[in-house]
């Protein structure tokens, strides 16, 4: 018979009951140790103290509110907010043993009302014995949480009868309750970084928690999972545990970069971030948007994401773009490339990436000009070499005290009492009257700037 460390505990002659907290204390242990060996390889790495932890350094520095927290001397309730794999659980985790908490988890996909009330109960019964333990609950996804659900956890919070680890990898200032948000440590955990989650893969070859030696790994193959993981821990693992599990089934000890791509069913795609390819595939990208071949800005955009490549890089390229390349021709560009770089914050990868391709679709089949970066780069050059002059005496600012002694807003005409909204007067420098920097094209909605500027123009000079 297995000796499960339970004997002793059970029902004395006398009708003794259970200590009911020590009993499930050991049999959740024991069920952990137990599970531990057929737990996938992503929970086997989870760091046990915080010298484990990898990335997060801007929220684990000594004396920070998190630091105290795992430490066992900080009291706050926390909201964990960023993307997946980036140590919110663990964290979690932590906490709880560093305090010496039960911990209780909650996942926000299929827990109701029903089963946060029913957690809560159970902790207060436990709090209100005699020494009893306190609880670190811990609830996923938080924001999937409606408001009545959200609100039921307030009573808890504040009373600490919980100390509540919340995760989200959706901004909490937008999805959660402000009442719940005040009484909690709102911390945003920072995706990890290349050499984060190299870290992560070497230390899992070789702990006796992970595979213990039993494969090697390729150097090109650890490339590809860099890559693939884009910052997410535990999909560099779980890709990296199905393939050393293929390679152990035949016998073999190498998971070379063929049999990753097999088992995650996507082929590399041979580029350096910190190299040529990077700068290449993204000019190629930017120009083919620029000559508005649409179908190759989709294969540059296509191979941009299946490298890895920070979505927030390709945003802010599609947002320069926007006005450099089309401006004026269709002035919604703009709107559209920003609105994308705004998705892509809030959503992250892969969603992510309908928002780019929205964006390069748009502006690909756009009017193109180059107007706009023409003008402006053609005002900086006049004031660069000197060509600035006084501001015109009628422009200056009126509003202070003495600024009519000083002759500063005087003969100014209102544009807006003109029939027209515009009226003779001269508004650059002396030296600068009659230079023109905005010449548009005659593409798209430049088209009408193009008839109706030379009539403001008239206008305006008195001509």
Not at 204 to 221: E, I, N
Not at 226 to 255: K, M
């Amino acid at each position: 018979m297995v000796d499960d460390g339970l004997a002793g505990n059970g029902v004395a002659g006398d009708g003794a009951l259970f200590d009911e907290g020590l009993f499930a204390a050991r049999a959740e242990h024991l069920a952990a140790r137990r599970l531990s060996a057929s737990a996938p390889l992503a929970v086997r790495m989870r760091p046990a103290t915080l010298e484990e932890v990898v990335g997060q350094d801007h929220l684990l520095a000594p004396g920070s509110p998190l630091r105290r927290l795992v430490e066992g001397s900080g009291a706050a309730s926390v909201v964990l907010y960023g993307p997946p794999g980036t140590g919110k659980t663990t964290l979690a985790r932590l906490v709880s043993r560093a305090t010496g908490r039960r911990f209780e988890a909650l996942s926000a996909l299929s827990a109701g009302v029903k089963e946060v009330r029913a957690v809560i109960d159970a902790a207060r019964r436990r709090l209100g014995r005699e020494g009893g333990d306190a609880t670190v609950l811990f609830i996923d996804e938080v924001h999937r949480f409606s408001r009545t659900q959200q609100d039921a956890l307030l009573g808890a919070v504040e009373d600490r009868v919980v100390l509540l680890v919340a995760a989200t990898t959706e901004n909490p200032f937008f999805s959660m309750v402000p009442p719940l948000l005040s009484r909690s440590l709102v911390l945003a955990l920072h995706p990890l970084s290349d050499d984060d989650v190299r870290t992560v893969i070497r230390r899992a070859l070789v702990d006796p928690r992970g595979l213990g030696g039993s494969v090697t790994l390729a150097s090109s193959a650890e490339e590809h999972l860099v890559r693939l993981a884009a910052g997410d821990a535990r999909r560099a693992l779980t890709a990296l545990e199905t393939a050393a599990e293929a390679v152990i089934s035949v016998g073999a000890r190498e998971v070379d970069l063929a049999r990753v791509e097999s088992v995650v069913d996507r082929a590399a795609v041979r580029y350096d971030r910190a190299g040529d390819q990077h700068y290449d595939v993204t000019s190629a990208f930017i120009k083919a948007v620029r000559g508005s071949d649409v179908d190759a800005a989709l294969h540059y955009l296509a191979r941009m994401v299946e490298a890895g490549e920070d979505p927030r890089f390709i945003a802010r390229r599609l947002v320069v773009h926007a006005s450099e390349d089309i401006g004026m021709a269709d002035p919604t560009a703009l709107q559209t490339a920003v609105a994308a770089a705004h998705a892509v914050q809030l959503i992250g990868m892969p969603e992510g990436r309908l928002a780019l391709a929205q964006a390069t679709v748009h502006l690909a089949t756009a009017p193109k000009s180059n107007a706009v970066i023409t003008a402006v780069d053609s005002a900086l050059a006049d004031v660069r070499a000197g060509a600035t002059g006084a501001v015109p005496a009628h422009l200056r600012d009126g509003h202070y005290a003495g600024s009519a002694r000083l002759g500063h807003a005087q003969g100014y005409r209102y544009p807006h009492d003109a029939p027209e909204g515009v009226l003779a007067q001269q508004y650059p420098p002396d030296a600068l009257v009659g230079r023109d920097y905005y010449r548009p094209s005659g593409h798209g909605a430049e088209r009408a700037l193009a008839q109706r500027l030379p009539r403001l123009r008239e206008i305006v000079r008195g001509h």
